[in-house]
């Protein structure tokens, strides 16, 4: 944006060239002689609406360069918001992996428990089956069959030979006994064993589902943070491109209007002295009324009413009566009261807010200076102020306004006209 009084400067350029894009700048007699006033009440009304066609050529520029600096201001945290990110899902990857290999290793484990509980249970049911044979063998001899297989020997040889087939085989029935029981026993410690292993095949499934989560989860947060620097950074060309392109434009038009405000100023400050005079040799030709006329010897360029606005075409309202002045001329307190305000800036530039009694107050705009402060006690056709320039107008003069309860009202009125409110307001 321009500064204040730069962007103030070309409200009024532009005001210049909007209103004379043809015919040139009219000359200084014609812009304030008397027979012209309607023409100069237009100009003043309608530079004071200028500034709002340049607020809006300025706007698109404004957004551009907010976005700009909002983009240039977010764009480092979002890359380093991505750094992290990044190195949050490769670390993320990294245990998803360990997690899952975990995982396989444990369900190798099972595999294998089940493989040595299947072997197990094979052997346990080979001792088994030797057990019964025995069993079976015992029951069909009877109880003395191995005393009677001794008995039953010939001769000293053949009973030490029975004899030790006989221990051979009790020493078998022995083995495989104790097989049968060391076999039981393992293959209850193996199914504890495979439940055990079982457990942990399905925690670090549940572990690696969780890391696989979190990693994906992490990529999401990385694409995210890949697509909101990739939006910067297009809002940032997209803001520096129509920066550029305004700049130029608004710099090409201000420079043009620059010029054509300067001169269209030198020919108001003329045609004003010229004026001045003009109203000095004719008397004081002053309203009278009710009120004190705010300049001596003042016509009116312009009454209240509504407005085309030069621009866009829509209507607007003129709340206050325009009074003519010179640069420089004094400004009377219209009655008795307290100065409420002193403002500066704006479409009415310098000007002075008066509180009177039973609600009224009375406002005066465009001046050169002011000569009281806020809280001061004035009283009427004490002077207040000096006609000037400031705010939006090519010429000097002073824009009067009266309200009553917040609500302006015609200040001819006070002067034998009708006392009604501006009805466009």
Same mark, same amino acid.
């Given at each position: 944006?321009?500064?204040?009084? %730069?962007?103030?400067?070309?409200?009024?350029?532009?005001?210049?060239?909007?209103?004379?894009?043809?015919?040139?700048?009219?000359?200084?007699?014609?812009?304030?002689?008397?027979?012209?006033?309607?023409?100069?009440?237009?100009?003043?009304?309608?530079?004071?609406?200028?500034?709002?066609?340049?607020?809006?050529?300025?706007?698109?520029?404004?957004?551009?360069?907010? #976005?700009?600096?909002?983009? %240039?201001?977010?764009?480092?945290?979002?890359?380093?918001?991505?750094?992290?990110?990044?190195?949050?899902?490769?670390?993320?990857?990294?245990?998803?992996? %360990?997690?899952?290999?975990?995982?396989?290793?444990?369900?190798?484990?099972?595999?294998?428990?089940?493989?040595?509980?299947? +072997?197990?249970?094979?052997?346990?049911?080979?001792?088994?089956?030797?057990?019964?044979?025995?069993? %079976?063998?015992?029951?069909?001899?009877?109880?003395?069959?191995?005393?009677?297989?001794?008995?039953?020997?010939?001769?000293?040889?053949?009973?030490?030979?029975?004899?030790?087939?006989?221990? *051979?085989?009790?020493?078998?029935?022995?083995?495989?006994?104790?097989?049968?029981?060391?076999?039981?026993?393992?293959?209850?410690?193996?199914?504890?064993?495979?439940?055990?292993?079982? *457990?942990?095949?399905?925690?670090?499934?549940?572990?690696?589902?969780?890391?696989?989560?979190?990693?994906?989860?992490?990529?999401?947060?990385?694409?995210?943070?890949?697509? +909101?620097?990739?939006?910067?950074?297009?809002?940032? $060309?997209?803001?520096?491109?129509?920066?550029?392109?305004? $700049?130029?434009?608004?710099?090409?038009?201000?420079?043009?209007?620059?010029?054509?405000?300067?001169?269209?100023?030198?020919? *108001?400050?003329?045609?004003?002295?010229?004026?001045?005079? +003009?109203?000095? *040799?004719?008397?004081?030709?002053?309203?009278?009324?009710?009120?004190?006329?705010?300049?001596?010897?003042?016509?009116?360029?312009?009454?209240?009413?509504?407005?085309?606005?030069?621009?866009?075409?829509?209507?607007?309202?003129?709340?206050?009566?325009?009074?003519?002045?010179? #640069?420089?001329?004094?400004?009377?307190?219209?009655?008795?009261?307290?100065?409420?305000?002193?403002?500066?800036?704006?479409?009415?530039?310098?000007?002075?807010?008066?509180?009177?009694?039973?609600?009224?107050? #009375?406002?005066?705009?465009?001046?050169?200076?002011?000569?009281?402060?806020?809280?001061?006690?004035?009283?009427?056709?004490?002077?207040?102020?000096?006609?000037? #320039?400031?705010?939006?107008?090519?010429?000097?003069?002073?824009?009067?306004?009266? +309200?009553?309860?917040?609500?302006?009202?015609?200040?001819?009125?006070?002067?034998?006209?009708?006392?009604?409110?501006?009805?466009?307001?």
């Amino acid at each position: 944006m321009l500064p204040r009084r %730069r962007r103030a400067v070309l409200v009024a350029a532009l005001a210049v060239s909007m209103l004379l894009p043809a015919t040139g700048v009219p000359s200084a007699q014609a812009a304030f002689d008397p027979g012209n006033r309607v023409n100069a009440a237009d100009i003043d009304g309608q530079v004071e609406q200028a500034g709002e066609a340049v607020d809006a050529a300025n706007a698109k520029v404004s957004r551009a360069l907010k #976005t700009l600096v909002l983009a %240039r201001g977010q764009l480092p945290a979002a890359r380093r918001a991505k750094v992290v990110a990044e190195r949050s899902a490769t670390s993320a990857l990294v245990e998803a992996e %360990r997690a899952a290999n975990a995982a396989r290793m444990a369900n190798i484990a099972v595999i294998t428990s089940q493989v040595q509980q299947q +072997r197990v249970s094979t052997e346990l049911q080979a001792v088994s089956d030797q057990i019964d044979d025995v069993v %079976r063998l015992v029951y069909q001899q009877g109880p003395l069959g191995e005393i009677e297989v001794i008995l039953d020997a010939k001769d000293p040889g053949d009973f030490a030979l029975r004899l030790a087939s006989v221990d *051979a085989i009790s020493k078998s029935q022995a083995t495989a006994q104790s097989n049968l029981f060391k076999a039981r026993a393992d293959l209850v410690m193996k199914g504890v064993q495979h439940e055990a292993l079982k *457990a942990t095949a399905e925690k670090a499934k549940l572990a690696a589902e969780t890391q696989l989560a979190n990693a994906r989860q992490a990529q999401a947060q990385a694409g995210a943070a890949q697509l +909101r620097i990739v939006q910067l950074v297009a809002e940032r $060309k997209a803001s520096l491109v129509i920066a550029k392109k305004n $700049k130029a434009v608004i710099a090409k038009r201000f420079q043009r209007l620059k010029a054509k405000q300067a001169l269209m100023a030198k020919q *108001a400050a003329a045609a004003a002295r010229r004026e001045a005079a +003009r109203l000095a *040799a004719q008397g004081d030709n002053s309203p009278t009324g009710e009120l004190r006329w705010p300049i001596d010897g003042g016509g009116v360029s312009a009454d209240v009413g509504p407005r085309v606005h030069p621009v866009y075409g829509y209507d607007s309202c003129h709340t206050g009566t325009d009074i003519r002045g010179a #640069t420089g001329t004094p400004i009377h307190a219209a009655a008795a009261g307290t100065v409420a305000m002193i403002s500066d800036g704006g479409p009415y530039g310098l000007a002075t807010l008066i509180a009177h009694a039973d609600g009224m107050t #009375t406002f005066y705009a465009h001046q050169l200076s002011v000569s009281v402060s806020e809280g001061q006690r004035v009283d009427a056709g004490e002077v207040i102020g000096a006609v000037g #320039t400031s705010g939006w107008v090519t010429g000097p003069h002073l824009h009067f306004e009266v +309200r009553l309860g917040g609500t302006a009202y015609d200040p001819m009125g006070w002067f034998g006209g009708s006392k009604s409110p501006v009805s466009c307001q």
